[in-house]
């Protein structure tokens, strides 16, 4: 019973506080990678290695319109190194351009996918080598709790 007490606390551990950073990389007009899929909590770094860019999610240069993202984000232009770190903590697609000159008019433009974060349920029910903690977590009762946000 004290091995998957600790299996579960270690994994509720991991999940609650177990953010990811992901790095994008601007030069020549261009984001890579343009597209990006993350959880809700991860962290995204923008990084410039070649030229003077910015990170824009809040007015699409190309159209002067409004992105309606789920939240706004917005970096000064920089020449070298982090232009931008944001934190993702609300699901949803979230699109954005390189607002110096016409960088985006020149194809600078990328997307962000943030997709809802996995349960301790999740993780539980869909490995074959929980199946002792499974019936453990659901003989006690705690389904409902470990399938909502944490911590």
């Given at each position: 019973m004290k091995q998957i007490?600790?299996?579960?606390?270690?994994?509720?551990?991991?999940?609650?506080?177990?953010?990811?950073?992901?790095?994008?990389y601007a030069s020549n007009f261009e984001y890579s990678p343009s597209s990006l899929?993350?959880?809700?909590?991860?962290?995204?770094?923008?990084?410039?290695?070649?030229?003077?860019?910015?990170?824009?999610?809040?007015?699409?240069?190309?159209?002067?319109?409004?992105?309606?993202?789920?939240?706004?984000?917005?970096?000064p232009s920089v020449n070298s190194g982090i232009i931008y770190t944001h934190t993702f903590n609300i699901e949803g697609t979230y699109n954005y351009d390189c607002s110096v000159g016409s960088h985006?008019?020149?194809g600078m433009v990328g997307q962000i996918i943030v997709e809802a974060g996995t349960t301790v349920v999740d993780v539980i029910v869909d490995s074959e080598n929980h199946t002792t903690l499974e019936t453990a977590v659901v003989a006690a009762g705690l389904v409902e709790t470990l399938s909502g946000e944490g911590p």
């Open positions: 007490l600790l299996l579960l606390f270690t994994l509720i551990f991991q999940i609650s506080f177990g953010q990811t950073s992901h790095t994008v899929t993350i959880t809700v909590g991860d962290e995204v770094v923008w990084i410039n290695e070649q030229g003077f860019h910015d990170v824009n999610g809040d007015i699409n240069s190309i159209t002067d319109e409004p992105f309606n993202n789920p939240e706004t984000f917005d970096s985006a008019l020149n």
